[in-house]
């Protein structure tokens, strides 16, 4: 199907949920997509960082057709899978922690959060259900996990949400703190923000949240699903920090484009959910599974990680060499391969500039330029990327 065809029929057949932009992909090799019409892009997008290990990954390709040769690509929960039991030992002994649920997507895994929450804080105290989550989290978009989105864009058109959510200042302990009763469970947040425009936590604040948990005996929960599996140059995001959350929920980069969630839990959080309590029909089928297991794979080799961390820092110096010639740059922040730069100005022409000009770039709200290319990408790439947003910059007029 040619893309004006498949743009078309696409704005007559799907429900009106995204704002898509005119072209249509058709292949991939490394970090460069292709659309029907045969232009390249270097990708920075990569899915919204779920192609982790970019496009055509050998490994990547061998392990799925693996599994499709046998015939068997999902056989329910109610049976063993060996191939889940292998990735889901090989997470757990990545991130040392216990147990884990697999799912389908980052809201799955933080519904199943939310769940695990309220069950232990009801087996201390049946009143006590009530979750903390920072402003302007991001969490998903279902009933639940929306609740703990703290966005009203995303909330006002589906009220009422759930209650027993209240929402804290991102980086305020203190503003945290006064937030706790009798009746909280648990405190849910973000190391890094993703779609509230790339903010990361400090590590004082994690620290102080770790520290108001113990002494509340309250759950940790970190929501990884953009900022984990190798994005900052630590297969979790906590580990960069030193600080190791209760329960933590992970998706888009587990499975390298594969759909695949996963809560994972350590110490007596591991332990809180039994058999009844929450399911996922496709959690951890076979192909999902095997896609996993490539990524982790190559998480704890290492060479990729170190790579992150070279070429992040590379990212990093040229876009503050950047905001030093351009004052309509407000600020660079971020960690490993998830940057944000803020600007004074909407950036959506911004990432319609660089498309035109071969690169894929995506937003993180209406300001801020967001950078979460394949984990693979190289320090040339790097550089390709930066001359071109530096030429789209000095377009747009913006010194």
């Not at 999902?74 to 060996?82: D, E, I």
């Not at 009763?181 to 990361?200: F, K, N, Y």
């Not at 998706?251 to 058999?275: F, N, Q, R, S, Y």
């Not at 022409?349 to 894929?360: I, T, Y």
């Amino acid at each position: 199907m040619k893309v004006e065809n498949c743009i078309d029929i696409g704005k007559q057949v799907f429900m009106e949920t995204y704002a898509q932009f005119p072209i249509a992909l058709t292949g991939g090799q490394g970090c460069r997509v292709t659309d029907d019409q045969g232009k390249s892009y270097l990708d920075l997008v990569a899915g919204i960082a779920v192609n982790a290990l970019g496009y055509g990954d050998k490994k990547l390709s061998e392990a799925l057709k693996a599994v499709i040769d046998t015939g068997l690509l999902h056989c329910s929960n109610l049976y063993w899978n060996n191939i889940a039991v292998s990735a889901a030992a090989k997470l757990l002994a990545l991130s040392g922690m216990d147990r884990v649920f697999f799912c389908n997507s980052g809201t799955e895994a933080n519904e199943a959060a939310i769940k695990l929450a309220r069950k232990a804080g009801r087996q201390k105290d049946p009143l006590r259900t009530d979750i903390i989550s920072m402003n302007h989290s991001f969490h998903g978009r279902t009933c639940g996990s929306l609740s703990a989105t703290a966005q009203a864009k995303y909330q006002t058109s589906f009220l009422p949400l759930l209650p027993g959510f209240s929402y804290a200042p991102y980086n305020d302990l203190a503003g945290v703190r006064a937030k706790v009763t009798d009746r909280t469970c648990a405190i849910m947040v973000e190391p890094i923000q993703g779609e509230g425009g790339v903010v990361p936590a400090t590590e004082e604040f994690l620290k102080g949240l770790r520290a108001l948990c113990d002494e509340k005996d309250l759950l940790l929960i970190f929501d990884e699903v953009q900022c984990g599996m190798g994005r900052t140059g630590y297969p979790f995001a906590w580990q960069s920090y030193g600080v190791r959350p209760d329960v933590m929920s992970l998706a888009k980069a587990l499975g390298g484009g594969v759909p695949i969630g996963a809560l994972v839990a350590t110490g007596a959080a591991a332990k809180v959910l039994a058999p009844g309590d929450h399911a996922a029909t496709f959690g951890g089928n076979f192909l999902a599974a095997a896609a996993a297991e490539v990524v982790l794979d190559r998480l704890a080799q290492g060479e990729l990680l170190e790579q992150v961390r070279k070429t992040s820092a590379r990212l990093e110096k040229a876009l503050l060499s950047l905001k030093d010639q351009y004052p309509a740059i407000v600020e660079v922040r971020g960690r490993g391969l998830l940057m944000g730069m803020e600007m004074t100005v909407p950036v959506r022409p911004l990432v319609a500039a660089c498309m035109e000009k071969g690169m894929l770039i995506v937003n993180a709200g209406p300001n801020v330029l967001r950078f979460v290319p394949p984990l693979v990408i190289t320090e040339e790439q790097i550089d390709e990327a930066v001359a071109i947003l530096t030429e789209v910059l000095a377009q747009a007029d913006l010194k």
